[in-house]
């Protein structure tokens, strides 16, 4: 199973960068997690949008949801799709995307391109050879982290990549985190005055917190996401390896981890 980068910024970009968006590889599947502003034209320079099984989007903010209208746009406009394009959204979520396409300019702009599906919040859900296991985090709309696995004859079905969507502090993350080979996890905030204080109402983590998170769930690899980089990062990475033993790096556009 593999992760490509295709954007690392939280809602603010970090220059040059694109916002929340990711590839997931295993078996013969491909998906696209998150879709920030940024992130399809990063997915150009590796594959085109026929080479994707499914999106799937955590939450419907637009820092992780808007550029579907970019990828609806890289598909012909008036005939429909020789393959329409699954995308997997949050429970509750079709009036939004209905507001997406108004936003665009016509009601019907997604329906020959992509077919939408609700996943329910409890039930794993199934894409080809990917396996995504979801649950619920502590954001500021309702978000769901995922714990992935992929089968095939050349994937190890033990192997778990876990994500951690945006979230504060709550007890799904440990949940997600728990024995992953791979702990993507967001960490978007320098200091708590950017946020709530209070752990139970944030919608973010300090790069002190997500480390915890690895080190208390024993994650095998911690890689932080959706982190406001104005310098070499450092800093977040100090913070992390205060408290978590493993290996630990910031997300890099366009590298590609093995799970």
């Keep these: 199973m593999r992760l490509t980068v295709l954007g690392r910024s939280p809602a603010r970009p970090n220059p040059g960068e694109a916002c929340a968006g990711y590839i997931v590889e295993g078996g013969r599947s491909r998906v696209m997690l998150d879709a920030g502003p940024g992130t399809v034209a990063q997915l150009l320079r590796r594959n085109t949008p026929d080479e994707l099984d499914a999106v ?122 728990d024995h992953a080979d791979l702990f993507l996890c967001e960490a978007a905030l320098r200091s708590l005055k950017e946020d709530d204080p209070a752990p139970q109402s944030r919608g973010h983590l300090l790069p002190a917190e997500a480390a915890e998170v690895a080190q208390g769930a024993a994650a095998r690899k911690l890689v932080l996401t959706h982190i406001p980089l104005p310098d070499d990062g450092k800093w977040a990475l100090e913070e992390a390896r205060s408290a978590y033993d493993g290996p630990v790096e910031i997300a890099e556009a366009l590298k590609t981890y093995e799970v």
């Design 56 to 177: 799937v989007i955590s939450h419907m903010h637009t820092d992780h949801c808007l550029d579907l209208i970019t990828l609806r746009y890289s598909y012909p406009w008036i005939d429909v799709a020789k393959k329409r394009l699954l995308v997997i959204v949050p429970p509750g979520s079709m009036a939004q995307l209905s507001e997406l396409a108004l936003g665009a300019g016509y009601v019907n702009f997604f329906d020959k391109s992509f077919i939408f599906d609700e996943h329910d919040g409890k039930r794993p859900i199934e894409i080809g050879d990917l396996r995504f296991e979801p649950d619920e985090t502590q954001h500021y709309v309702r978000t769901w982290g995922f714990r992935v696995q992929a089968r095939g004859a050349d994937e190890d079905p033990n192997k778990i990549f876990a994500f951690s969507a945006d979230a504060g502090p709550c007890p799904a993350l440990p949940r997600l985190a």
